[in-house]
């Protein structure tokens, strides 16, 4: 039986990849340090003899008995609002957490994947983003302790490949959404779900103008478990190319919760990129993938899960400080 390591295993990709490499067939070692993952989301993996579960910060020393035949790579705080309120902890994770990971790799001559996202491309000045474009970010702002640690992750993956000849594979994630995101993590399809349901209005932030391209989670785990299976060490784009503005996005969740709340507008917040959407050309042709749940089904799945949660969760609103990161 194949064994592999998920690190950021409670959290929301981290744990449809443990659910995926068990039905797969493999041993899964999860880890998470539950800062933002949640066992509710993997607590029905405990019963399995083919699960254990580490709980660990990977920023310090990862031990693992035992035989490794892979990495996954995925414990990262991941939303705007976590990186204010633990930026210190997003840097470490990704710069101490994936050299340890790659050191672990090397030893267990095991083949490693990291999560890497399209904050690597920053704001980006070329539309749609292909994995030759460099970026555009700033390395000062609320987003560079993400942008940068994984611009640093790619870069140190890199050189491991290339000076140790390490296997290792790289995923630039595009916005992903589905079943387990935190309903209060800031980003913005739980945050709308979540006002909806709660019936409150929902916050679009500046004139919702901007786009993002949403890709369905089961889509996005496919795509991951091909590229490690693939021989192809350069970042490849992971996402759907189906883009739509924030303001169009808002709507459809109006029409999918049947609120009667409105649209009000906020400042918008720094930094935010104006316009995102994968070209997975590479992907396309390397993996033979592209992403086959359209919106419409994935905010039905996604709905439905946000619906099956208890009342104190939908309410429990403590995050939803996105005052705080917003300038105008
Ligand atoms: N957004 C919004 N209202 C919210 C939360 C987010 O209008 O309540 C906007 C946010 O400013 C950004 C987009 O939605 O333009 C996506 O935000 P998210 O944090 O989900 O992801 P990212 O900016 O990292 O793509």
Redesign the pocket.
């Known amino acids: 039986m194949k064994r592999i390591l998920i690190t950021g295993a409670a959290g929301f990709l981290g744990s449809h990849l443990c659910d995926r490499f068990i039905k797969d067939g493999y041993h899964v070692i999860g880890m998470d340090n539950l800062i933002t993952g949640n066992l509710k989301n993997i607590e029905h993996l405990f019963k399995l003899e083919q699960f254990e579960f580490y709980n660990h910060d990977i920023s310090k020393f990862i031990h693992v008995p035992g035989q490794l035949d892979f990495i996954l790579h995925f414990a990262s705080p991941a939303?705007?609002i976590d990186y204010l309120k633990i930026p210190i902890q997003t840097l470490k994770v990704g710069s101490l957490g994936v050299h340890n990971c790659l050191g672990l790799a090397k030893s267990k001559k095991a083949r490693i994947l990291i999560a890497s996202t399209s904050e690597v491309y920053g704001d980006p000045e070329i539309h749609p983003q292909h994995e030759g474009y460099w970026g555009n970010v700033n390395p000062v702002g609320p987003r560079g302790v993400y942008d940068e640690a994984k611009r640093f992750q790619e870069a140190i993956t890199m050189a491991y490949h290339n000076f140790h000849g390490l296997e290792t594979r790289i995923a630039r994630i595009f916005?992903t959404y589905g079943p387990r995101m935190r309903l209060n993590d800031?980003?913005?399809?739980p945050?709308?779900i979540g006002q909806a349901i709660r019936g409150e209005d929902l916050?679009?932030?500046?004139d919702?103008s901007?786009t993002?391209s949403f890709c369905y989670v089961d889509d996005l785990v496919e795509g991951i478990v091909r590229l490690l299976h693939s021989d192809c060490a350069d970042p490849v784009n992971l996402g759907n190319p189906a883009e739509i503005t924030?303001d169009q996005f808002a709507q459809e969740i109006i029409e999918l919760t049947n609120t009667q709340q409105k649209v009000v507008y906020k400042g918008?917040?720094i930094d935010?990129?104006k316009q995102?959407r994968p070209d997975i050309s590479k992907a396309n042709k390397l993996l033979d993938w592209t992403p086959l749940i359209d919106r419409k089904e994935g905010l039905d799945r996604t709905y439905a899960y946000f619906l099956g949660l208890t009342k104190e969760e939908l309410m429990a609103t403590e995050h939803n400080d996105?005052d705080k990161y917003i300038i105008n």
């Open positions: 939303s705007p916005n800031g980003r913005v399809l945050a709308f916050t679009v932030f500046g919702g901007q993002r924030i918008l917040p935010d990129p995102r996105f």
